[in-house]
T-cell receptor, first 116, second 113 residues
Framework: NAGVTQTPKFRILKIGQSMTLQCTQDMNHNYMYWYRQDPGMGLKLIYYSVGAGITDKGEVPNGYNVSRSTTEDFPLRLELAAPSQTSVYFC???????????????FGPGTRLLVL | KQEVTQIPAALSVPEGENLVLNCSFTDSAIYNLQWFRQDPGKGLTSLLLIQSSQREQTSGRLNASLDKSSGRSTLYIAASQPGDSATYLC????????????FGAGTRLAVHP
C-alpha cells in the first residue's frame, strides 16, 4: 500500500492564481481530511469528508473548496491565492465505524505552498 | 474550547539521556490522545495512541501516559538516539461528528552524539 499520497510536493503561486492540491489514499478509509500547518504551529483542519459525496468545513475553511467524488480522492482547491495561504498542507485519512474506538489518522507527506 | 499545549517548545540533549515531553489539554472530554512524530519535509507518523479509558501505552523505547482528570500526558523516551531527532506533536480527539484532532504546536527535539 502506498498509504496517503499528495501532489505536488512544492508549488509557488502568484497572488490571485488558483490551483488544486491532490490527495489519494489506497487504504479504503471512509474519512479524509485537509490540514494546514503554519511555521511553529500545530495543524489546523481546513475541510473533512466522512465519505464520498459528503464534505464539511473545519476550523479554517475560508479561501478553499473540496470535493469527494470517490473514496480514494479528496482534492483541495485554492481559489484566488493570497499570501496568507502560504503554508504546508497535509492530507490525512482514517477509518471510522460507529461505536468503535476512534482510530489514528494516516498522513501524507505534505505540499509546501508559497504564495508571492 | 479545547486547547493543547506542549512544553518545552524545543529541547536539545546528548545521546543516551532519558527525556520527558509534556502535553496538556484544557477539556478532559476526549476520545483519545496521540503522539505523532514529524520529520522535516515529511508527514506525521503516529507513535502511540491512548484511548480515554487507558492510562498508558508503550512501544519500544517510548512510553506515553494519560491523566484525563488533570488534562496531562507525557511522552517518555528512554536512551535517546540521534535518530530520535524530530518534532513531536501531541493531539487529542474530541467529539464533533468526526474524528476531530486538536494539535499542540509540538516539541522540537535534537539529540546530539
Amino acid at each position: 500500500n502506498a498509504g496517503v499520497t499528495q501532489t505536488p510536493k512544492f508549488r509557488i503561486l502568484k497572488i490571485g492564481q488558483s490551483m488544486t492540491l491532490q490527495c489519494t489514499q489506497d487504504m479504503n478509509h471512509n474519512y479524509m481530511y485537509w490540514y494546514r500547518q503554519d511555521p511553529g504551529m500545530g495543524l489546523k483542519l481546513i475541510y473533512y469528508s466522512v465519505g464520498a459525496g459528503i464534505t464539511d468545513k473545519g476550523e479554517v475553511p475560508n479561501g478553499y473548496n473540496v470535493s469527494r467524488s470517490t473514496t480514494e480522492d479528496f482534492p483541495l482547491r485554492l481559489e484566488l491565492a493570497a499570501p496568507s495561504q502560504t503554508s504546508v498542507y497535509f492530507c490525512a485519512s482514517s477509518y471510522s465505524k460507529a461505536g468503535a474506538p476512534k482510530e489514528t489518522q494516516y498522513f501524507g507527506p505534505g505540499t509546501r505552498l508559497l504564495v508571492l | 474550547k479545547q486547547e493543547v499545549t506542549q512544553i518545552p517548545a524545543a529541547l536539545s540533549v546528548p545521546e543516551g539521556e532519558n527525556l520527558v515531553l509534556n502535553c496538556s489539554f484544557t477539556d478532559s472530554a476526549i476520545y483519545n490522545l496521540q503522539w505523532f512524530r514529524q520529520d522535516p519535509g515529511k508527514g506525521l507518523t503516529s507513535l502511540l495512541l491512548i484511548q480515554s479509558s487507558q492510562r498508558e501505552q508503550t512501544s519500544g523505547r517510548l512510553n506515553a501516559s494519560l491523566d484525563k482528570s488533570s488534562g496531562r500526558s507525557t511522552l517518555y523516551i528512554a536512551a535517546s538516539q540521534p535518530g530520535d531527532s524530530a518534532t513531536y506533536l501531541c493531539a487529542v480527539t474530541i467529539s464533533g461528528g468526526y474524528n476531530k484532532l486538536i494539535f499542540g504546536a509540538g516539541t522540537r527535539l535534537a539529540v546530539h552524539p
